[in-house]
């Protein structure tokens, strides 16, 4: 009788100490899988070839991304690939390189053009010469985490709606109709076949961690592992009786900075707990901060005081993840999204309290609400139309319109009401602005990313990820069209979640900030 799985802290015993290849890559003898991460400029990911004789791994800085392989026991680096990526970090959305078993292509995560989504691409390592494989759906954030079978005849890998909604499909390696595995609507990292290339495993969001879970290639309902809590990345030994993962703990604070225009301008952290705290929001006086929080075990809407005192959960959902809340005009309501109903839709709830109320319907995905400043209306991003577009609904509930025609996910209305600036996607940068009463668009601001911007009367703020060796926080003057630094951002930006907010009175910004990150490596023997 076989003995259960037996998870344990990976150690080396004497001799095994590791060998230093490049910078962040490491090896260790014997052990199955390590991945790393870098500084904000330089995001790397390890694969070892199938002979062992080689790792590659992407080298990245911003949206620049470079492929290179080098001796498994040191030596020179040598470039075999130069392009770009939508993900500002490949290492936050999983596996960035998988090998063919026979050694002779590598599959990785890029894009085709820098206006385009993430695709997967085949580069042979004989010619250098690439190939796309995929092609995601217009709108959606793209495709990641790249992973060939056993046998190499098929490929897996994670085609993402947004970051929080990831699922995982198959498809033949030459090519062809890729296959829908899973239907969580949750975000995910990394994958991994099975030795007998049965089942594939995978790391998935819930209750306020990643957990590990196994899935039929032929299709079917993903089981929980018995071992993965907090395992984010995995790999299967070739023997197939190893499992190896990296056990993460990741805290995500508010801070508060204030603009030129305050008394201090020094950064504090506002809130924070020992889980992820992330998408604030000022409420229309300024009293209020909206934000979501994994404190009670699972992602909810909550609401503090300005200073980040006495908060109090709105939500409690216990599991379907949330987020993006924004203010009613009035400060009596909180409208955002969730995925308690199966797809990603728009909720209301009351600062009273109460069961939320769902406000779509849809079988797509709705995202990202904001209210127009009169009250009545919700702006939202849908790709009920096959690709993202902003529509606009009563706040009441009724049927929606739609806003855009070029591309749109996130919009605020301006303070008189005249106009809706906006984003197009994720991988897309730019705020642009259309007339409330339709109209040509026109293009605000270059560098600002989805979710890391904030509108006021007189100008837009926003997180420039592009700055070293911190990414800043930057003010667009719209009478000037200038724009200039406001504060510099310490530590990792949060960039999978909107991230940054303004005061209504223009005096303090609010944004979002990793102030740990810890990863383990934990082995799980006897592993079936």
Not at 30 to 48: A, K, M, V
Not at 243 to 263: F, H, K, M, N, P
């Amino acid at each position: 009788m076989s003995r259960p799985a037996r998870a344990r802290p990976l150690e080396m015993g004497p001799g095994f100490g590791p060998v230093r290849l490049v910078k962040q890559i490491w090896v260790f003898p014997r052990t199955p899988f390590f991945r790393s991460s870098g500084r904000r400029c330089e995001r790397l990911s390890d694969r070892g070839s199938p002979d062992g004789r080689q790792i590659a791994f992407v080298r990245q800085s911003g949206s620049e991304i470079s492929i290179f392989v080098v001796p498994a026991l040191g030596g020179p680096e040598r470039k075999l690939y130069s392009g770009t990526s939508a993900f500002f970090s490949l290492y936050d959305y999983g596996n960035a390189l998988s090998w063919s078993p026979d050694g002779k292509y590598l599959a990785f995560s890029g894009q085709r053009s820098p206006r385009e989504p993430n695709s997967i691409f085949l580069l042979s390592r004989e010619s250098l010469e690439t190939r796309q494989i995929t092609s995601p759906p217009t709108g959606f954030l793209g495709d990641s985490t790249p992973a060939f079978s056993p046998d190499g005849k098929v490929l897996a890998f994670v085609r993402g709606a947004s970051s929080r909604d990831v699922e995982i499909y198959i498809m033949p390696a030459a090519g062809g109709e890729p296959k829908r595995l899973t239907f969580e609507n949750r975000s995910g990292r990394s994958l991994a076949w099975t030795a007998d290339g049965r089942d594939i495993l995978f790391s998935l969001w819930g209750s306020a961690t990643f957990r590990l879970w196994r899935v039929s290639a032929a299709g079917g309902t993903p089981e929980q592992l018995p071992v993965g809590e907090g395992g984010a990345t995995l790999a299967i030994s070739r023997q197939g009786d190893h499992l190896a993962y990296s056990q993460e703990s990741r805290d995500t604070d508010i801070w508060r900075v204030g603009t030129s225009g305050s008394a201090s301008i020094h950064p504090t952290r506002l809130i924070s707990s020992t889980r992820l705290d992330y998408a604030p929001q000022y409420s229309p006086d300024s009293k209020r901060i909206a934000f979501t929080s994994g404190r009670s075990g699972s992602n909810e809407i909550w609401v503090c005081d300005a200073d980040g005192l006495n908060p109090v959960q709105l939500t409690s959902f216990a599991g379907p993840d949330v987020g993006s809340p924004r203010w009613s005009p009035d400060g009596r309501q909180v409208t955002f999204d969730s995925v308690a109903t199966g797809n990603r839709d728009i909720f209301v709830v009351s600062l009273e309290g109460g069961k939320p109320r769902r406000l779509t319907e849809d079988s797509s995905d709705e995202v990202r609400p904001s209210w127009s400043r009169d009250g009545r209306s919700i702006y939202f991003g849908s790709n009920r139309t096959g690709d993202w577009q902003l529509w606009k609904t009563p706040a009441e509930g009724g049927k929606a319109v739609q806003v855009t025609r070029q591309g749109g996910r996130e919009a605020f209305e301006s303070f008189d009401g005249n106009f809706v600036y906006y984003t197009k996607s994720f991988g897309i940068p730019g705020i642009w602005k259309v007339p409330v009463t339709g109209g040509d668009e026109t293009r605000v601001v270059d560098d600002a990313l989805q979710g890391f911007w904030a509108l006021l009367d007189n100008g837009i703020y926003f997180v420039n990820p592009k700055t070293t060796p911190h990414p800043t926080i930057d003010f667009f003057n719209f009478a000037t069209g200038r724009t200039s630094k406001v504060a510099t951002i310490e530590k990792e930006v949060q960039l999978t979640s909107p991230s940054l907010a303004v005061s209504p009175d223009g005096r303090s910004l609010l944004y979002v900030q990793v102030d740990s990150f810890e990863s383990d490596i934990v082995l799980a023997e006897n592993f079936r």
